[in-house]
């Protein structure tokens, strides 16, 4: 039995396997604590999964070819399959039914009873009970998960097509606001380079003063002026409550444009979307529409009878929003922009830019190339976290010597020994790995004292609460906390910080008696005696790194993507009782002083950066 139920499983005499949740008691077997126990096997079976889909044959020609453009591009590297963002598909259940069909295969049971409200789940395990020619029942258990609004779940029963020409008209109404930029006046020569990077997390108090300061780049600004080197910032708008439209991003930007002592130079990509450009991505789209009809046979090659076929039932809906549905829309702007901004800036001897592996850096690293720009250095910003598969690829993907290969930089700057271990451990190839300081926690260099030195006895245990990017996460997160009160036997209180893309509504949960701060975290540690972060959150590794005693949730739906999976000082909960247990426990510690420098690379004279710009 895969029990995918509210509750617990009912007492059987079947084998039962818990589709959520870590937990393991009675019989009851936890299948997320079974894909932790062999991750790096399923991992990579599942990146050979994707790497054959690519390489699989119709007609005679390869998916990554038949997706080709004039060009030379390869859409397939666009798609949702290829980024395996955890943000934007079902990573978590791809990886427990390759579990769940080892188990399936090491036990060889008669039959297998799926209880579960997931019908996409239900065609996925069907698929896998079809091929071993196993008997498979089902039962609809409904889980009590929240329902969507009347206009939401309307919204979701339109075709994929409208609901993607409906966001398309959107995205161009809000953005076409944007060609109100003033005039690029790029920059170039030996003493220049262009920076790609996200108009968000800027340092406010800068703005104000005209000057622009970002925290992805933190500690860069000075440094590229003392070696007097002037960038192009060309800057993606990401809506936020700093910068809440695209005028206010363009007055913006214009602020630190006429504020010209250091010389740097700040557009926007969306100011190079015009009204040919949305025909252009309209013709391409339909061409994409009549690509899905051609390439319909991927329906007999990774389906019904193949071994991992049951992959396809669940992941089909990515494939088809990559080729028709938002993700197509959003895919083609970015070509089209891309190739309008590197076919208009004057030569670039170098360029960085944020790595995450999501779609539009494949079309950025293209058009840079195609248009014969110099080194192109990518540059995660944070940590490379193990189940965190957009930085992971099958090792043939990246030694593949065919046509149409994937869109790579020339380099990618890793900003620690952690970092660079994770690229190791996934056979990238060692050239094309060059250490770098870590920005982002340059202000590590510092000394942080995390958690308060003393705490008299029955004083209150402070904690520090981090959100995350995620609404879901967070809100389960905070959730755990509320179901904790009960068991904590001790005076506590709680402050939130919460991630600036989503912030958290404090009045919904009264019982915490949230008290807020946003102000960086560097500032705030050492008056908390614990820190309590969701599961994906970076913010985590500040805390941890800081000195800060750490409690991490576990979602039960969820691998451990956690950055700081592995550190054995790191506590993990996924129950109430848990929480309130390591709550007082961490609390009771003194501060932690973990060797910041077995994480990233924080030397405060930056010679890793130094010798990037020079070189």
């Known amino acids: 039995m895969v029990w995918d139920g ?30 932790e126990r062999h991750a790096m096997r399923l991992r990579a079976k599942y990146l050979a999964w994707i790497h054959d889909l690519g390489e699989s044959q119709i007609k005679g020609k390869r998916i990554i070819d038949w997706l080709s453009f004039e060009d030379g591009l390869s859409y397939w590297w666009m798609t949702l399959l290829v980024e395996k963002s955890a943000y934007k598909s079902p990573i978590t259940d791809a990886i427990r039914l390759i579990a769940l069909a080892e188990i399936i295969d090491e036990n060889k049971p008669l039959s297998v009873h799926l209880v579960s409200e997931n019908h996409t789940l239900k065609d996925a395990v069907a698929e896998m009970c ?27 029963k339109m075709p994929m097509t409208i609901q993607a020409l ?103 990509l969306e100011s190079y979307l015009d009204w040919r450009m949305v025909c252009r991505v309209i013709a391409r789209w339909c061409s994409l529409n009549l690509t899905l009809w051609r390439l319909r046979a991927i329906e007999n090659n990774q389906g019904s009878g193949k071994p991992m076929g049951y992959l396809w039932q669940l992941m089909r809906n990515d494939w088809q929003n990559s080729m028709v549905g938002t993700y197509a829309f959003n895919n083609l702007v970015s070509i089209e922009l891309f190739d309008a901004a590197m076919r208009d800036a004057p ?33 995660p910003h944070s940590t490379v976290r193990f189940w965190d598969l957009r930085y992971y690829s099958d090792a043939r993907t990246l030694k593949s010597i065919l046509l149409h290969v994937i869109p790579s930089p020339d380099a990618t700057a890793l900003n620690g020994n952690s970092a660079i271990d994770a690229y190791k451990g996934a056979n990238y190839p060692a050239v094309n790995m060059v250490p770098c300081e870590a920005l982002r926690f340059s202000y590590m260099n510092k000394r942080i004292a995390g958690g308060r030195t003393k705490r008299e006895e029955n004083e209150q245990v402070k904690v520090l609460v981090l959100g995350d990017y995620s609404p879901e996460s967070t809100n389960k997160m905070v959730r755990l906390l509320e179901m904790s009160l009960p068991y904590l036997s001790f005076l506590v209180s709680f402050t939130i910080k919460s991630h600036p893309s989503y912030i958290i509504d404090t009045s919904a949960h009264p019982a915490l008696k949230f008290s807020v701060n946003q102000a960086p975290l ?51 909960v996924s129950s109430a009782e848990e929480l309130a247990k390591e709550l007082a426990s961490a609390s009771s510690r003194a501060p932690t002083h973990v060797l910041k420098n077995d994480f990233f690379f924080l030397d405060p004279d930056m010679p890793r950066w130094k010798k990037l710009l020079l070189a």
């Open 6 to 35: 509210a509750g617990e499983p009912p007492v059987t005499a079947c084998r039962v396997y818990s589709w959520n949740g870590y937990g393991e008691q009675s019989g009851v077997h936890s299948l997320l604590q079974y894909c």
């Open 130 to 156: 079809a091929s071993r020619d196993l008997a498979f029942k089902y039962t609809y258990r409904d889980q009590g998960s929240a329902r969507t609004s009347s206009l939401q779940s309307l919204s979701r």
């Open 166 to 268: 409906v966001s398309f008209v959107r995205y161009v109404t809000a953005r076409l606001a944007m060609k109100s930029a003033k005039k690029r006046e790029w920059l170039s020569g030996a003493h220049s380079v262009l920076i790609c990077s996200y108009f968000f997390n800027i340092v406010a108090d800068s703005a104000k003063k005209g000057e622009f300061r970002s925290r992805y780049w933190e500690g860069l600004h000075g440094l590229m002026r003392d070696l007097d080197i002037r960038c192009n910032w060309l800057q993606m708008y990401v809506p936020h409550d700093a910068v809440p439209d695209a005028k206010a991003a363009v007055d913006l930007a214009d602020t630190f444009n006429k504020n010209r002592a250091h010389g740097d130079m700040h557009a926007f």
């Open 347 to 379: 030569h670039q001897n170098k360029g960085f830019y944020l790595c995450e592996n999501q779609s539009w850096e494949r079309a950025f690293n293209h058009a840079w190339k195609k248009y014969g720009h110099g080194k192109l250095i990518a540059v």
């Open 522 to 572: 560097e500032d705030i540690m050492s008056n908390f005696d614990v820190a309590y972060s969701c599961n994906m959150t970076s913010a985590a590794v500040d805390a941890y790194l800081g000195g800060l005693p750490t409690v991490v949730m576990l979602d039960e739906k969820e691998l451990n993507f956690s950055p700081l999976r592995g550190q054995t000082d790191v506590h993990f």
